[in-house]
């Protein structure tokens, strides 16, 4: 909240001005044409839908701006309602549909005249989780279907993962990392990434890593665990090592490098089992299985690193060391 996202998505409109650069639309320089010429449909977080009017109404009001005849209002309202699955709503007002609907409506009015580029603002936001969970399904095909670029507003990491074939990941006005999903989860660009992407929440540890014969390594509780990647110019630095919970695994006591934990709680997490355990120094650490699978559910248990999924990061700076998906640009200049 308070990132800049849905300013971001008012200066593509054109409803603000930027202070500085530019906005570019299709390789076209818009920043000083009025929002009405843009091409651009939009659909907010409230719905912003007109109560006196009907579903029809509310709908066809971009087709209305542009003049379109009686007939193409209908035919354009009646294709996107149906695509939308609310054709049988369109003489409703506001005031009588369900928050789905409302949300399905909105929708509707962003695409009901085509436009080349849509931009979505938290749209399944102040809708349930079913409903949530449903359009998270859909939506990808309904978007595909209209062959628009998406500029699509969320705060849900999990809708971003699952909506998103690229993510600008937002603070402060400033664009922090721009990546595919993948790349935003395994190559996060600094600590604070790290810790929004992922359920349950990465593990993270000061270290300071050392050199051996084997190359670089840090020690967790007298374990040394060995890393991959071109870490030379870290060593003696003070670091933190990001693990994902799912890239630590329940070893048994002879295991190379098995780290001494104690269990101290263990929960289902969706499809996941997770266990929360202490180390000998008592550092915390979530250990995520698949549900179903075996683990150590109380007493004292070891643990494995896998030293190749391990992430380090710069403890003074939290930017992570090797990355090169960071960039540096303010909510008001193109991407």
Do not use: W
């Amino acid at each position: 909240s308070g990132a800049g996202k849905t300013v971001l998505l008012r200066l593509v409109a054109g409803v603000i001005d930027p202070d500085e650069g530019k906005i570019f639309i299709g390789g076209e320089d818009m920043t000083d044409l009025d929002a009405e010429f843009r091409g651009v449909g939009m659909a907010f977080q409230n719905f912003a839908l007109f109560p006196h009017m009907t579903a029809f109404d509310n709908i066809a009001t971009p087709l209305q701006a542009k003049r379109s005849s009686q007939s193409a209002m209908k035919a354009g309202v009646e294709s996107v309602a149906k695509l939308l699955k609310i054709g049988h709503v369109l003489s409703h007002k506001p005031r009588a549909l369900s928050n789905g609907q409302k949300q399905r409506t909105a929708l509707a009015r962003a695409l009901v005249g085509s436009p080349p580029v849509l931009l979505l603002d938290d749209p399944l936001r102040n809708v349930d989780a079913k409903l949530r969970f449903e359009m998270r399904l859909e939506l990808p095909r309904l978007l595909a279907d209209r062959g628009a670029t998406v500029v699509y507003v969320t705060q849900d990491y999990k809708e971003a993962m699952a909506l998103g074939d690229r993510i600008a990941v937002m603070s402060q006005g400033v664009i922090k990392q721009l990546g595919t999903p993948e790349q935003i989860y395994r190559e996060p660009a600094n600590i604070e990434i790290a810790r929004l992407f992922g359920d349950p929440t990465i593990n993270l540890l000061d270290v300071k890593p050392s050199r051996d014969a084997k190359g670089i390594y840090v020690g967790l509780s007298n374990v040394q665990v060995h890393l991959t990647g071109a870490y030379d110019a870290t060593v003696g630095r003070d670091c933190v090592i990001g693990l994902r919970p799912e890239a630590l695994r329940f070893v048994d006591e002879g295991s190379p490098a098995a780290i001494p934990v104690t269990v101290e709680a263990e929960t289902p997490l969706n499809e996941k089992i997770v266990t929360l355990v202490r180390t000998v120094r008592g550092r915390e650490i979530l250990v995520s299985r698949p549900a179903g699978t075996a683990g150590q559910t109380e007493g004292r248990a070891h643990i494995a690193v896998d030293g190749k999924s391990a992430l380090l990061f710069d403890r003074a700076s939290g930017d992570r060391i090797g990355s090169k998906n960071v960039v540096n640009l303010r909510s008001g200049e193109a991407a």
